[in-house]
């Protein structure tokens, strides 16, 4: 336990590469004050990724965004890219829909998530900020020029599921 790489002597051999070496990133563990790395504690919610990209980004870095060393050998789509058929999202699952919906936003994926959505019979709520569709097991209860009462899926993205609402609605 005294010996392993996770123990007392790997920890005692980590703090003295620390005091030699102050610029790694390991500092931080070692008694860095978080306040001064620009989290804003006072924000609501518990969530702080969508404003904190880390103690090195100066604003949030979206996975795709984050810069990466791509080793040339990886780099094909320029010599086999003619020969791959092309992207539709016709033949994606629900959950990568809504997987590009809620993680590129403001991107063409996230208008093109929506649009194939929108064809298998999802609305977006504009007011509730969820996507929901009429249940296939449900049934519409009432029915006016102006509204619907009736069994709904709603997609909980926090949750990562469909929830099935006795709901209505009401549309112009």
């Known amino acids: 336990m005294l010996n392993s790489q996770y123990g007392m002597a790997a920890l005692l051999s980590g703090l003295r590469e620390m005091e030699r070496n102050p610029n790694t990133g390991a500092t931080l ?5 978080v306040a001064t790395l620009g989290v804003n504690f006072n924000a609501t919610g518990r969530n702080i990724h969508p404003t904190f990209g880390g103690p090195w ?3 949030s870095c979206p996975a795709q965004d984050s ?3 791509v080793p ?3 780099r094909v789509l320029s010599l086999i890219g003619h020969r791959l058929p092309p992207f539709s999202l016709r033949t994606l699952s629900e ?4 997987y590009f919906f809620y993680n ?3 991107e063409e994926y996230q208008i ?3 649009n194939e959505l929108y064809y298998r019979d999802w609305r977006y709520h504009k ?3 969820v996507w929901m569709m009429r249940s296939q097991r449900g049934y519409v209860k009432e029915h006016g020029p102006t509204f619907e009462k009736g069994t709904y899926l709603v997609f909980d993205h926090t949750h990562w599921r469909k929830v099935s609402f006795s709901l209505g609605t009401f549309f112009p």
């Open 67 to 69: 810069e990466a060393r």
């Open 112 to 114: 093109g998530a929506a």
């Open 72 to 74: 040339k050998e990886y």
């Open 127 to 129: 007011s509730l900020h």
């Open 57 to 59: 980004q100066s604003c």
């Open 104 to 106: 590129f936003p403001g």
């Open 29 to 33: 563990a070692a008694g860095h004050d």
């Open 95 to 98: 959950d990568t829909l809504f």
